[in-house]
């Protein structure tokens, strides 16, 4: 099915460890998007990509790593977890923005709850 | 600096009440965009609104409606007649551009409880 899909959904482990979220989508969309949820907090903006390789920092980047090889996939790597970056990921895509005033909704995956011990 | 600001962060109302959800933004930019987005308790983000800064025309969708006033930078979210599915997080955004980038900052979002 055309969308965008992450995996895991739910992922436990340790502090110190590699992580590596995926996300995926169809709708070859310029724009990808990676964000944090936290309460108290709403979704905070980790990493984003304009197109394949080309990635910027977000309000929250530190400890991130991300990488985008292909239009449709944009992993985010924790490379050695902490257990301040449990969180539920989300990974969003848009459209390139078209001319004038014109500007696309970004659509989000279903989440990636993490769990840092 | 850019600020959304949702000042409600729990509300609780029988079914069939109205209900209005606040959002106040802060931006010195000329164009920029507004969003809502609703998050029930499955966890999914779906998209239910965009408004950019020139059209400030109300919109009504079904029991939803919008009230876009510039002139008191807010966003204002009703829904007629509430039901049990509309209890969700919902989350005011707001997107200007930054750079070269448009950048989305979303609100911390108002807790919908709808009591049957």
């Known amino acids: 099915d055309a969308g965008i899909t992450q995996s895991p959904r739910y992922k436990i482990t340790e502090t110190g460890r590699q992580v590596t979220l995926m996300c995926h989508q169809t709708w070859s969309h310029s724009y990808m998007f990676w964000y944090r949820q936290d309460l108290g907090h709403g979704l905070r903006l980790i990493y984003y990509?304009?197109?394949?390789?080309?990635?910027d920092k977000g309000e929250v980047p530190d400890g991130y790593v991300v990488s985008r090889s292909k239009t449709e996939n944009f992993p985010l790597t924790l490379e050695s977890a902490t257990r301040s970056q449990t969180s539920v990921y989300f990974c969003a895509s848009r459209v390139l923005a078209g001319g004038g005033n014109s500007y696309n909704e970004q659509f989000f995956g279903p989440g990636t709850r993490l769990t840092v011990l | 600096a850019q600020k959304v600001t949702q000042a409600q962060t729990e509300i609780s109302v029988v079914e069939k009440e109205d209900v209005t959800l606040d959002c106040v933004y802060e931006?010195?930019?000329?164009?920029?965009?507004l969003f809502w987005y609703k998050q029930p308790p499955s966890g999914e983000l779906v998209f239910l609104i965009r408004r950019n800064s020139f059209d400030e025309q109300n919109e009504i969708s079904g029991r939803y409606s919008w009230n876009f006033q510039k002139s008191t930078s807010s966003f204002n979210f009703t829904i007629t007649a509430s039901q049990v599915v509309d209890s969700a997080v919902y989350f005011c955004a707001l997107s200007e551009r930054e750079g070269g980038y448009q950048k989305v900052t979303f609100g911390i979002g108002t807790k919908l409880q709808v009591i049957p």
């Open positions: 931006t010195r930019d000329t164009t920029y965009y």
């Open positions: 990509s304009a197109a394949a390789d080309i990635t």
